[in-house]
Each structure stands twice: as structure tokens, then as C-alpha cells.
């Protein structure tokens, strides 16, 4: 089966980014420069930024939906990221190489499904999720830190 992965639009950041430390901490969001690799997944381009790039670390409501599931979670943000990451049948090597939560949810926004994953073996549940005629769209978390990591669909 075809699916698609996305990360997030990046126009709702972009006033964020050049902000000053002081701005983005009166809105709640930090800006760190990344140390080291593989440990900062940008939720636009979904790939681990690089040492000496910078993200922002912000809260992110990534299940918008009046129901019992309505979730906001930390989340890094490549600064000055523009290039949304949207491709079929390609999971980025920031989820490959995590274990991932892969959260499938209905029409309604209500969980109906829901199971661990090593990445690199993430598309056989991505299949056996979308198999059902009832899952509208996955949510994947990154399973450690449970953060939201991107939205996975039918392509």
C-alpha cells in the first residue's frame, strides 16, 4: 500500500525564526544550538539538524481536535527550515533510526489503533494500520521522548 509521510508547514515557525532569545522566551520557546548529531529531529524537513545549526523548542498542539485525544507536546523546529518534508513511499532516516509510536486515528480524531515500532522496520505497521478502511491518518511519535514526529497517510 502507498503512504505518505509529512512534516509539518513551516509558515506558522517563520515569525519565530531571527527572533531574539528574549522574544522567544516570552512565547514559551527556547533556541538551542545543536551539540551533537542525531539528537534534534526537526519536525519540518523531519531530519536530525546538525551540529552548530539551530533549533527552537516550542510546544505543539499536533492533535488539534476537540476530543478526549486533543495532545500538545515539545517539539524542535530547524530555524529558518522551509522545504516541508511530503514523500511517498520514503520514511526520513530521523524515524528510521528511533523506536516510534505509531498512533492511527479515524474520521472522528479518536484513537483506534495504536502500536510500537523499531524505524526501520516502520512500514509494515504503517501497512497493516492503513489496512483498515476505518484509519483516516497516523500520527507517529518518537517513543522515548513521546513527542509528535509526523503524520503518515494513504498516498
Known amino acids: 500500500m502507498n503512504f505518505r509521510v509529512s512534516g509539518l508547514c513551516p509558515k506558522p515557525f517563520q515569525h519565530l525564526f531571527g527572533s531574539t532569545n528574549a ?3 516570552a512565547l514559551g520557546v527556547q533556541r ?4 551533537r548529531k542525531a ?3 526537526d519536525r519540518i524537513e523531519l531530519r536530525d539538524a546538525e551540529p552548530g545549526e539551530t ?7 499536533h492533535q488539534p481536535a476537540d476530543t478526549p485525544y486533543r495532545a500538545s507536546h515539545a517539539i524542535f523546529i530547524l530555524e529558518g527550515a522551509l522545504a516541508t518534508f511530503d514523500q511517498v513511499n520514503e520514511v526520513p532516516e530521523a524515524l528510521r533510526h528511533r523506536i516510534l509510536s505509531l498512533r492511527a486515528f479515524d474520521t472522528r480524531h479518536q484513537i483506534i489503533d495504536a502500536d ?6 516502520v512500514e509494515g505497521l504503517i501497512n497493516r494500520l492503513l489496512a483498515s478502511s476505518h484509519v483516516a491518518y497516523i500520527h507517529a ?3 522515548k521522548h ?3 514526529a509526523a503524520r503518515i497517510e494513504r498516498a
Do not use: K, S, W
Not at 533549533?55 to 498542539?61: A, G, I, S
Not at 510500537?116 to 522496520?121: A, F, H, I, K, T
Open 23 to 25: 522574544d522567544l522566551a
Open 32 to 35: 538551542h544550538c545543536v551539540d
Open 39 to 41: 539528537a534534534y529531529p
Open 55 to 61: 533549533v527552537l523548542l516550542l510546544n505543539y498542539t
Open 116 to 121: 510500537l515500532v523499531e524505524g526501520q522496520q
Open 141 to 143: 511519535h518518537y517513543a
Open 146 to 148: 513521546g513527542c509528535y
